[in-house]
């Protein structure tokens, strides 16, 4: 039943990609621009961003593993998270055999190259056990199928690239210390411009140094999940005070949301467990999966599995709910300074939404695919002091950077956060 399933998201993917590959040839026998279909909204895609990692030294062969985190510092720092690297479309390893007709992986491969488009199959790969029963490198609760060293690297969980897509710095003395980060955040109040990962593997938040050369803080209890003032239970976001008071949404097994003081002292938290997918009641929750903050210090938090967003006041005091209809799964979600949220969908719809802080939908735009420009899960998005915006995909295995098209309407553009200000 498994290999079935399998092979019909292969076959779903191939025919996309085939389809894909007919729109393209069409272009360019058109001198038709495939940007100008505006699949992508009013960005346009920064074509080979970042370098492929087969391009490093050592790394002939690997692929980006399932990206989970993004995060611009500015427009010439940029951190990405990744669950390990890939094989790049190997058809001989252990993992692979379990797919029947792997030479239709094989023709995909040499058509378009192996890097970006092993995307597809790959992805199969990456998704958690509740997808697929292969698990992915890093699942905390599913043991991976794959060989360490032959199918994939427990390597580069954290890496920073620059404006030209060049990696400038390897975190690889944190590799073995995390065990699945899951999204990295800078505090736009923080002078220090700390680094924190938000590692759901670990039920733990890790507190860097900005050069990454020091951990200055761990909150949370590596390797130990609970529901107490020292214990996460697979938490998945985090959102800031102006005065450096914090909120942690608490997450995947957990259903709370977790208030610290500036120094990571547990002051309170609220929250019980729902009965999914169709809770109603104010303050119960099912897949707590993010977590942002305006500018009247309203929380807003994403009840995934309900299809909702709850506000609270910031001692967890019930305001409103919206119910977001056929939105399949809020992955990330930001308020920007022009007070207005972003969210995207990481399931069956693959877009980026807008909403008023009434919850009116204002505006959307992505198509589900694997070509520069489509998304497939997106599962975090930054956007830097020039505008240009960054997205990590978990189902894809890619970070992709895109910037405003010329004259685009500045209703269609993620607005800048508040971090924006920053010279640096």
């Known amino acids: 039943m498994y290999k079935q399933i399998i092979m019909s998201m292969i076959k779903a993917a ?73 094989r790049a479309l190997n058809p001989l390893s252990p993992v ?67 404006g030209e897509g060049e990696i400038i710095e390897e975190w690889t003395q944190w590799d073995q210390t995390l065990v699945r980060p899951h999204k990295v955040r800078i505090s736009p ?15 733990a938040i890790f507190v860097f140094s900005n050069d990454g050369k020091e951990l200055l803080q761990t909150i949370g209890t590596p390797g130990e999940r609970g529901a107490d003032s020292t214990h996460f239970s697979r938490q998945t976001d985090i959102a800031w005070l102006p ?51 305006d500018d009247q210090r309203r929380v807003y938090v994403v009840d995934r599995t309900n299809r909702r967003i709850q506000i609270f006041d910031e001692n967890g005091q019930f305001l409103n709910q919206w119910y977001l209809g056929d939105v399949g799964a809020t992955y ?29 939908m204002l505006y959307h735009w992505g198509g589900f695919g694997t070509f520069p420009g489509q998304l497939w899960g997106v599962h975090q998005m930054s956007v830097d002091q020039e505008g240009n915006l960054y997205v990590a995909e978990v189902w894809a295995g890619r970070a992709q950077k895109f910037r405003p098209r010329q004259g685009a309407n500045p209703d269609f553009l993620i607005g800048k956060s508040a971090y924006s200000a920053w010279q640096e």
């Open 14 to 86: 191939l025919l996309m990609l085939v389809t894909g590959a007919a729109i393209v040839a069409h272009a360019q026998e058109s001198s038709v621009n495939v940007s100008d279909q505006q699949v992508s909204g009013a960005y346009e895609v920064v074509p080979g961003w970042p370098k492929p990692m087969s391009t490093w030294p050592g790394h002939e062969g690997w692929t980006w593993g399932s990206t989970q985190g993004i995060f611009a510092q500015n427009p010439d720092r940029i951190f990405i998270l990744q669950r390990g690297e890939l």
């Open 332 to 360: 990330d979600i930001l308020i920007t300074a022009d007070q207005h949220l972003w969210m995207s969908d990481g399931h069956e719809n693959y877009k980026i939404y807008k909403y008023d802080l009434n919850g009116k």
């Open 243 to 293: 005065d450096g008071t914090f909120f942690v949404s608490d997450g995947y097994t957990g259903t709370r949301v977790v208030k610290f003081d500036k120094d990571g002292n547990y002051l309170m938290e609220w929250g019980e467990k729902g009965t999914p997918p169709n809770e109603k009641r104010p303050n119960y929750f099912n897949t707590v999966h993010g977590i942002a903050i």
């Open 96 to 162: 692979m055999q379990q797919i029947e007709e792997p030479s239709e992986v094989i023709e995909v491969e040499g058509t378009h190259g192996a890097v970006r488009l092993s995307a597809p199959v790959k992805g199969l790969f990456q998704r958690n056990a509740s997808v697929d029963p292969l698990g992915s490198p890093g699942e905390p609760d599913v043991p991976f199928d794959g060989v360490l060293g032959e199918d994939y690297r427990w390597e580069h969980l954290v890496y920073v690239v620059n």
């Open 189 to 203: 109040y923080d002078p220090e411009k700390r680094v924190w990962i938000v590692d759901d593997g670990a039920s």
